[in-house]
């Protein structure tokens, strides 16, 4: 009941709805990326309490690539008690060009003055670059929103500030040996009956009629279908969020390529920087991956880890 209901994202970019706070400087909180694919690879185990601990391990990791993203804007929210309310945006005027297919600008835009003393958090609006990769047919920017983070509000104005018209990496967010958390939206796999989507018991094979429903709607009273029967819909296409996913690694395909012979299978070729993503993630390939700082992290960051071989075979018999 957790994911209840259980109906289709309302959009294929995910939506963080709380951040964590964090100590230390003004920083991003979060960056935005497209899965690759997945592969294999040797690393020293860093894990202290695992019985394999400080020996070579071999484990599944995902390849999700990270182009860097353009700050466009900075928008700044105010506080009553009714939540979060937008106090109003400061645009990059040079960035006008690219934000005319994303969203409503006008060529005579004025920024709108902000009364500062009722700011109580800022995020800057980020393109996500879909020209820099090989693998997306889509080349119109879309357009999301980051966290700022860290510091006092005045030094996150200034680093908002400081950021705008600039394009931003992924290592000014994370880097190697750090968890994050995982945000997508799942594989969608349409309509699909009672057993697929809630994993129900199949009936003896003697029942009337089928075998791939459920024995009954509830009890005669209350006298309504209530929403805890489980009963057939859309499964999938659906934002999930997995916590505490460790980075491993940070690259570059100039100087350590990733790309496997062939390709990755529905993806292609890794162009931009990439990381690799202890274990798996939701989504299929191409999906948008969006990472946030992670908000219950129970065990420590470690400072690197020791990848001694990360499989490039082809996964497609090239």
Known sequence: MGYYPRKRARSIIPHIRSWPEIDGKPKLQGFVGFKAGTTHALFVDYRKNSTTAGSEVSSSVTVVEVPPMKVVGVRYYGLNPYGEYSLGEILDKNSLNELKGVMPVSKEYKAKEINFNEVSNVNVLVLIQNKKLKA???????????????????????????????????????????????????????????????????????????????????PW????????????????????????????????????????????????????????????IPGPVKRIIKFRDPIRQTSKDVDAIKLTYVSTESKQGV
């Open 136 to 218: 997306i047919s889509k080349k119109v920017p879309d357009l999301t929103e980051i966290r700022v983070g860290g510091g006092t509000l005045k030094e996150r104005i200034e680093y908002a500030n400081s950021l705008l018209g600039k394009e931003v990496t992924f290592d000014e967010f994370s880097k190697p040996g750090k968890f994050v958390d995982v945000i997508a939206v799942t594989k969608g796999k349409g309509f699909q009956g009672h057993i697929k989507r809630w994993g129900v018991k199949l009936l003896p094979y003697k029942n009337r009629k089928h075998r791939r429903m459920i024995g009954t709607l509830g």
């Open 221 to 280: 009273h209350p006298d309504w279908v209530r929403n805890t029967v489980p009963q057939a819909g859309q499964t999938g296409f659906h934002q999930r969020t997995e916590f505490n996913k460790r980075i491993l690694f940070y690259g570059n395909p100039t100087e350590k390529s990733i790309t496997p012979n062939g390709g990755f299978v529905n993806y292609g070729e890794v162009v931009n920087n990439y990381i690799l993503i202890h274990g798996s």
